[in-house]
């Protein structure tokens, strides 16, 4: 049965290996390319952030793509095969796990790997890594089957599907190694892929935020380095089951605050923690879709995953000596977070700050250091990827669609516009501002719960206080969610507060106010409505046009002719149509999808939905059944804490 | 005992599944006729079923459930557990408990139970809500018929009964919580329905994050009384609290009542209310009226053993009670919208249930809730019908309306009658209960400060003149004197409002809930004639006559001018809230967001700024090392040479 482990990593593997292959009859030096490629790339790096140099990176991934016996739907495919299989592989693993021995790790491989430094390939899973394995497995087959028909900017496609492939190998085998440096060789696997696909396939100002991501976080790396080396050299293993099971003996109460500090300050920055989270909002403004939704759905958890599996267990006088320090930066991280992203004006810039917000609670959760504050973590984790990736995914589809994610160009009336986009932001809004039933509340409730009591030895007094800071966070992750809400989905779908020319254009509106809600701002759409009748041509309410309308007032005036760009109207409905059915539309190249006119967007497309129905259906199920999660988690949980 | 708790399990879930029933069921994405998402009469027909059915047989399996705990005598008695308080008051008449846990979720902690507990007082208000809750569905067929929009508004219905009735039936508080939050959520969704108009949406996230507020409150309330019972289980907690220290007691009620405060539209967390009446008016009806800001009453009557051992506790919900309901009731006086008149006049109703809790009578409380559910369901529905009809909320667009409105004129006489507190409508005699108690309080020494009883007690009896006041002044207004109508022009109507003119009587649809909730707003009262104390009950009538009186004359001299003058000075004021709104955005939100904006260009600036900033260091650094590389042989070869000396000597002297 350990064949499966090996089998969740030589699946992506071997894909990402034979799709190389496949491209070597075009250029036989690919993989020379591949190598200097990081060259090239880190020569661009060295000239500072904020200089994006000549992309060396895109010659050097363009090898891929060029290849001649690769056709198109070949590689459309190609990801959601190998992604689909290694899926599979994992469902596997979670219905043949024994969840009676859930604190055990199952499935185990131990062979030697490099016996001169005592080092094992030493893989395993247990209650605490198995849903982030399937996590990562369902996030990565998601993102592929979003590729089939959306892809990003860039060419290179099929070096994404390669990247991307890569990229699963390293956060699966985080989540499984049980050898503390086969751990951080996943770790740092990762961050090359990611690299990649933000400076390769990114925004405007990709490689800036690249060079930072991969910089600040290959500090922490370092750090993190250290650390490990610190317990190897004081405990004589490697093991992480040993160690845990050691609780620390071994280890002097000095050195374990010196590797707690080292080891916690490497997977803070991964986390990331307040103050050392700044390179995320850039990474996730400038990322494409597919890298912000694994970089925020399973990346961010390498980082609490990596406490709740190495720092916390391994070291815990260290964690007793520091996690009031934790919880107040997890804290401070909740507040400020959410603060941040009231005054946010970019809705990706947003959902990446809120990220700060959430994984606080994951953190606060964590520096309790009881069993709820644990479940409350990894039942945090879990919640995250899905509602964060699923935002991430929407957010995606929106900048597809208008051609940008500032909030103020967006304009209002998405639900009116978009009614099914509208629908599914608002549910993703929700379940990520915490809602009781959905997901996210799971999480934030329990880490408040092991806040309420935290662990014998840490001052109550502190964590009453943490608590009640974090209960003020949630009332501001509410809130910036409600106003971003209220922006983006209400409101009249014509109001043209993103058109610079429009009819109205001029008035300021809440376009220019960061936030609606002061009194003020309010009266220029009701001024707007009064004079609409005046206004000519769009006299009609926007409303009418909209598909959802139709049923009353708008059916017996289709046919006069709507004064909103006819021809635009008509051209958006033939993808539309073509897509119900199953056909390509002609001409579907590798750029994004035509921002439509003014009149009508496409809505939600069948590929979209595929990708996001699964995570739609996991937050509900998990919020109403957080059994089926705590249940995994908590024995394996309760044993790592057990000793104390 | 299972077959019982299967069945209160299927009046929470049934709705539910309704819920999703018609988020999925009622819209197609691709294909088919029509436009995507357009809802075609056979789907709109669908949505009105899939809404109204299962909210009937959740309505009929509630009653059902209650019948059952009368006859009682196949059912275990009522918990000994009550707080030790001996047995509450339904007690008698609806002995026994359906209970049942279908899992426990361990969270390494304090485990969380699922499951649900039917007693007396869960199975009174559960009727109350389905049956507003029907009523309220039925009525949205007729009312709703030109909303494109109906499916979803109709699923959110059946969401938000499904939430009320886990409050009402859950076992543990946490799971209570759940369906607490989730009112929230859908009180949310539905006052922004009409969401084209920013004032709406406004409203919507305000009632949200207010309640969110009061809720974060209740959480760390329950959290305070779960682990101090060692249990989140109701039952176990009513246990625990005889022995529980009476600090941990009133810091756990005040929390709580902090959530009760919130939901219950209470001072200081009122806020949301007036303007949540942006909400279609079968919401206003459902949710402002009957079920969700009943939640935060029938929670303290839920745990009241609990808040009876925190004396600071009752005595702070005797004051929040006393300002509530009098400035409210002022408030109601002085609005010209006559939704705005009754969401004023139900915080000001709610004010009393609070104070009759305050007093130490949750059976008087209980029983007010119960009729107010049904008369304030009653007159937000029949303003409903009038709003429909005119086509505006205003009271100065209305007038003359009795002569055309000859179902809703009664019905609305009743509802306000009741409101009034005028025999025989059921209004007089919970009131009068609720007054009673309140006395009882005032008078005799007990569990209440006197100051607080005292001044509960002259408010309540000041905001029964009031609210003569202001139910009178709305009945004329509305149904009297000269018709107002004509003037009013509708070129597009404002989506918060109903849709054409056409004078005549509300739809079928909308007129059958009126008739049948009109019973009971007529006749419940008749049920509590043994709460009734005749001494106060002759004071209050008169006093609310006098107020009702006032108004009267005022309008007799004029009967154009708005009697609202009778408030003098006061008027503006009090058509203003007392201006709370405005010092709220002052005081919290504005430096809320300014604190945002810092935040942001800290962000930027410091915490970015230092990273970048090392960055720069950093380059600078090497920049400084860089001259040393000038690629001059002999200016390393020195550099080496001196190195080598410096060593040598350093070695000589220190060695």
Not at chain 2, 178 to 195: A, F, K, N, P, T
Not at chain 2, 258 to 283: E, F, Y
Not at chain 2, 330 to 335: P, S, V
Not at chain 2, 449 to 459: E, Q, R, S, V
Request: hydrophobic share 55%; glycine share 12%; aromatic share 8%.
């Amino acid at each position: 049965m350990s064949a499966l482990l090996i089998g969740l990593l030589a699946v992506p593997l071997a894909g990402a290996v034979v799709l190389m292959l496949l491209a070597r009859p075009s250029q036989p030096s690919e993989a020379g390319d591949l190598v200097s490629l990081s060259v090239s790339s880190g020569a661009g790096g060295r000239e500072g952030l904020s200089a994006p140099s000549a992309a060396g990176d895109r010659e050097g991934l363009s090898v891929l793509s060029g290849a001649p016996g690769l056709s198109v739907p070949f590689m459309r495919w190609y990801g959601p095969v190998v992604s689909g299989v290694t899926l599979v592989l994992a469902i596997v693993l979670a219905v043949s796990f024994d969840y009676g021995r859930a604190a055990r790790p199952q499935f185990e491989i131990d062979r030697a790997w490099i016996p001169g430094l005592d080092l094992r390939f030493h893989l395993g899973v247990d209650g605490i890594s198995l849903p982030l394995v399937v996590l990562t497995a369902l996030l990565t087959f998601l993102c592929f089957l979003y590729l089939v028909r959306h892809k990003p900017d860039g060419e290179r496609f099929g070096a994404l599907v390669f990247t991307l492939l890569v990229l699963e190998v390293g956060m699966i085998g985080t989540f499984l190694a049980l050898d503390l440096l086969l751990f951080f060789v996943f770790f740092e696997i990762v961050l090359i892929p990611m690299y990649f696909v933000i400076a390769v396939w990114g925004g405007k100002e990709r490689r800036a935020a690249a060079v930072k991501f991969i910089l600040y976080t290959l500090l922490g790396s370092a750090v993190l380095l250290l650390g490990l080396l610190l317990i190897w050299v004081h405990t004589g293993t490697l093991d992480m089951v040993r160690l845990a099971q050691a609780h620390g003996s071994g280890m002097s109460r000095a050195a374990q605050i010196l590797a707690f500090l080292a080891v916690g300050l490497g997977l803070a920055v991964k986390a990331p923690m307040w103050p050392l989270h700044t390179w995320l909002p850039a990474a996730h403004t400038e990322a494409p879709t597919v890298g912000s939704v694994l970089l925020a759905g399973v990346l961010l958890k390498m980082g609490t995953y990596g406490f709740a599996r190495i720092a916390i267990p391994v070291l815990p006088e260290g964690a007793a000596a520091l996690a009031p320090w934790l919880g107040a930066f997890a804290v401070m991280g909740i507040v400020y977070g959410s603060l941040a992203c009231l005054a946010q004006r970019d809705l990706k810039r947003m959902i990446a700050y809120s990220s700060v917000g959430h994984m606080g609670f994951v953190l606060l959760g964590l520096a309790t250091l009881t069993p709820v504050g644990m479940n409350a973590a990894l039942f945090g984790n879990v919640a995250h990827g899905l509602i964060t990736g699923l935002l991430f995914f929407i957010a995606g589809a929106i900048k597809e669609r208008y051609g940008t994610a500032e909030m103020s160009r967006l304009g209002g009336g998405m639900l009116g516009r978009l009614p099914y986009l509208g629908s599914l932001l608002t549910f993703a809004c929700v379940a990520s501002l915490g809602l009781p039933g959905l997901a996210g509340f799971w999480g934030e409730m329990l880490a408040l719960l092991g806040a309420f009591r935290p662990a014998p030895g840490l001052s109550r007094p502190l964590f009453l206080v943490f608590m009640a800071i974090g209960g003020l966070g949630t009332v501001l992750t509410a809130a910036y969610f409600l106003l971003m809400l209220s922006r983006v989905t209400h409101g009249r779908p014509d109001e043209p507060e993103g058109r610079p020319d429009g009819p109205g254009g001029e008035a300021p509106g809440p376009a220019e106010e960061p936030l609606v809600s002061t009194a003020e701002a309010d009266e220029e759409p009701r001024v707007r409505i009064i004079e609409e009748p005046g206004t000519g041509g769009e006299e009609r309410p926007a409303f009418a046009e909209e598909p959802s309308f139709v049923e009353t007032a708008a059916l017996p005036e289709e046919p006069s002719g709507l004064p909103v760009e006819p021809v635009a109207t008509e051209a958006a409905q033939a993808p539309t149509a073509s897509e119900a059915a199953g056909v390509p539309p002609p001409g579907e190249g590798a750029g994004p999808l035509p921002v439509l006119g003014f009149g009508r967007l496409r809505d939600v497309t069948p590929y979209e939905l595929a990708a996001w129905t699964p995570l739609v259906v996991l937050t509900v199920v998990l919020g109403l059944w957080p059994k089926a999660l705590l249940a995994v988690t908590d024995p394996a949980v309760q044993a790592f804490l057990g000793a104390r | 005992m299972t077959g019982m708790v299967g069945v209160a399990a299927a009046v929470v879930l049934l709705p539910f599944l309704a819920a999703v029933a018609g988020l999925l069921g009622t819209r197609r994405l691709w294909g088919g006729g029509g436009p995507p998402g357009a809802i075609l009469p056979p789907v709109y027909r669908r949505a009105a079923w899939t809404a109204v059915l299962p909210t009937a047989i959740s309505t009929v399996l509630a009653i059902w459930l209650l019948a059952g705990l009368w006859a009682g005598n196949a059912l275990p008695r009522g918990t000994a557990s009550y707080g030790g308080a001996g047995s509450p008051w339904w007690g008698d008449t609806l002995p026994g408990v359906v209970q049942g846990t279908l899992s426990v979720i361990g969270t390494g902690g304090i485990p969380i139970s699922v499951g649900l507990r039917v007693d007396g007082l869960a199975a009174l208000i559960a009727v109350l809500v389905t049956v507003v809750a029907l009523a309220v569905q039925v009525y949205s067929v007729g009312y709703m018929r030109h909303e494109p929009r109906y499916p979803s508004f109709s699923a959110f219905i059946s969401l938000f009964t499904s939430a009320m009735l886990l409050v009402v039936y859950a076992d543990d508080l946490l799971v209570l919580y759940v369906g607490w939050e989730i009112m929230g959520l859908c009180s949310y969704l539905l006052i922004g329905h009409w969401w084209e108009d920013r004032a709406n949406s406004r409203a919507a996230v305000k009632a949200f994050l207010v309640t969110r507020i009061g809720d974060v409150g209740f959480l760390f309330g329950i959290f305070t009384l779960g682990l101090a019972a060692g249990s989140f289980r109701i039952d176990d907690v009513l246990a625990r609290v005889p022995q529980m220290p009476t600090g941990i007691l009133v810091a756990a009620t005040m929390l709580l009542l902090l959530g009760v405060a919130g939901k219950s539209a209470q001072v200081p967390l009122h806020t949301w209310l007036p303007d949540a009446m942006a909400g279609p008016t079968p919401i206003s009806a459902l949710i402002h009226a009957a079920t969700m800001v009943a939640a935060g009453i029938f929670v303290v009557a839920r745990l009241y053993p609990a808040f009876l051992g925190a004396r600071p506790t009752l005595d702070l919900l005797a004051v929040i009670a006393a300002l509530g309901m009098l400035g409210a009731a002022l408030a109601a006086l002085a609005q010209d919208d006559l939704k705005r008149v009754l969401a004023y006049s139900t915080i000001s109703q709610l004010a009393y249930m609070a104070g009759a809790l305050a007093a130490g009578s949750d059976q008087a409380a209980i029983f007010h809730l119960i009729t107010h559910g049904a008369f304030k369901a009653l007159l937000f529905l029949c303003a409903g019908a009038v709003i429909h009809a005119v086509g505006s909320n205003l009271m100065s667009d209305m007038g003359g309306l009795r002569r055309t409105m000859t179902i809703t004129f009664p019905a609305m006489t009743i509802g306000f009658a009741a409101l009034m507190g005028l025999p025989p409508a059921s209004g007089f005699f919970s009131k009068d209960a609720v007054l009673a108690s309140i006395e009882h309080a005032a008078i005799e020494p007990g569990r209440l400060t006197d100051a607080a009883a005292w001044l509960l007690y002259g408010c309540a009896l000041l905001t029964v003149a009031v609210t003569g006041a202001y139910a009178t002044r709305a009945w004329l207004r509305t149904f009297f004197g000269e018709s107002r109508v004509q003037s009013v022009a509708l070129p597009e109507p404002e989506p918060g409002v109903a849709h054409v003119w056409d004078g005549r009587e509300a739809p079928a649809t909308m007129l059958w809930p009126i008739g049948v909730l009109a019973i009971p707003a007529l006749l419940l009262g008749l049920a509590g004639v043994g709460l009734v104390e005749w001494s106060s009950a002759v004071i209050s009538l008169v006093v609310a006559l006098l107020g009702a009186s006032a108004v009267y004359a005022a309008w007799r001299s004029d009967p154009v001018t708005d009697p609202a003058r009778v408030l003098g000075p006061l008027r503006v004021p009090a058509e203003q809230a007392f201006y709370v709104d405005a010092v709220y955005s002052r005081v919290l939100v504005a430096p809320v967001l300014w604190l945002a904006r810092l935040v942001a260009r800290t962000d930027d600036t410091v915490v970015d700024g230092a990273v970048r900033g090392s960055g720069s260091v950093a380059v600078g650094v090497s920049g400084l090392l860089r001259r040393a590389q000038t690629g001059n042989a002999q200016l390393y070869l020195t550099g080496v040479l001196a190195g080598v000396l410096i060593i040598v000597v350093g070695a000589v002297v220190l060695g």
